[in-house]
């Protein structure tokens, strides 16, 4: 353990990228029922969870980099909405990314405008503590982007909520599946949109 804590930090003063898993591979078996039709993955940082039909949207050169596939269409999230119209996709996938934001509800607010009716949207993020414990364990680094402490399937599916009461939506939640994948939380919700 104090071994890899070494190399890491070596690593990282200089430089070097590893290539890893990503916490898509993880999961993929678990969301992939869900991810039918056209659909995106926001974030993908290399590893779409698709690789025919799904649009890859991230950073123009991501920062993640967990795989080799391409960026088709090029957002920072955090300066600008998603350049996509509204009910375009029949599923929106995101995967470690929504944790970054401080304004979880904007963030689900696009996410939601580009989906479909009856469109699902798959999230996966950190159980934070969950996940605080297992860097403690491993010597793995923490992320720094990651902003909210109590982040988790409760504080995930509140914001929802009220992203959903805002903009007169219905929500079915499909799937969870709650840190029984090391501190991955995974939600799948069928969103329906009313006029």
């Given at each position: 353990?104090?071994?890899?804590?070494?190399?890491?930090?070596?690593?990282?003063?200089?430089?070097?990228?590893?290539?890893?898993?990503?916490e898509?591979?993880?999961?993929?078996?678990?969301?992939?029922?869900?991810?039918?039709?056209?659909?995106?993955?926001?974030?993908?940082?290399?590893?779409?969870?698709?690789?025919?039909?799904?649009?890859?949207?991230?950073?123009?050169?991501?920062?993640a980099?967990a795989?080799?596939?391409?960026?088709?269409?090029?957002?920072?999230?955090?300066?600008?909405?998603?350049?996509?119209?509204?009910?375009?996709?029949?599923?929106?996938?995101?995967?470690?990314?929504?944790?970054?934001?401080?304004?979880?509800?904007?963030?689900?607010?696009?996410?939601?405008?580009?989906?479909?009716?009856?469109?699902?949207?798959?999230?996966?993020?950190?159980?934070?503590?969950?996940?605080?414990?297992?860097?403690?364990?491993?010597?793995?680094?923490?992320?720094?982007?990651?902003?909210?402490?109590?982040?988790?399937?409760?504080?995930?599916?509140?914001?929802?909520?009220?992203?959903?009461?805002?903009?007169?939506?219905?929500?079915?939640?499909?799937?969870?599946?709650?840190?029984?994948?090391?501190?991955?939380?995974?939600?799948?919700a069928?969103?329906?949109?009313?006029?």
């Amino acid at each position: 353990m104090i071994v890899r804590k070494i190399k890491n930090r070596v690593n990282k003063l200089l430089g070097i990228r590893h290539k890893h898993g990503s916490e898509t591979a993880k999961v993929r078996h678990l969301v992939l029922p869900y991810c039918n039709g056209l659909g995106c993955d926001v974030g993908f940082g290399g590893d779409k969870v698709k690789k025919d039909n799904c649009l890859g949207i991230d950073f123009k050169k991501p920062y993640a980099f967990a795989g080799d596939d391409k960026v088709d269409i090029a957002c920072d999230l955090s300066k600008e909405s998603i350049p996509v119209q509204d009910n375009y996709f029949d599923y929106v996938y995101s995967s470690h990314l929504i944790e970054d934001f401080p304004d979880t509800e904007r963030v689900l607010e696009d996410f939601m405008r580009i989906l479909k009716s009856n469109g699902h949207l798959i999230l996966v993020f950190s159980d934070q503590p969950e996940y605080e414990k297992t860097c403690l364990a491993t010597g793995q680094p923490l992320n720094t982007y990651h902003v909210h402490k109590n982040m988790g399937s409760k504080f995930m599916l509140e914001a929802m909520n009220r992203v959903n009461q805002r903009h007169n939506y219905t929500m079915e939640v499909l799937l969870t599946s709650d840190c029984e994948i090391d501190y991955n939380v995974v939600i799948v919700a069928r969103i329906q949109k009313h006029s």
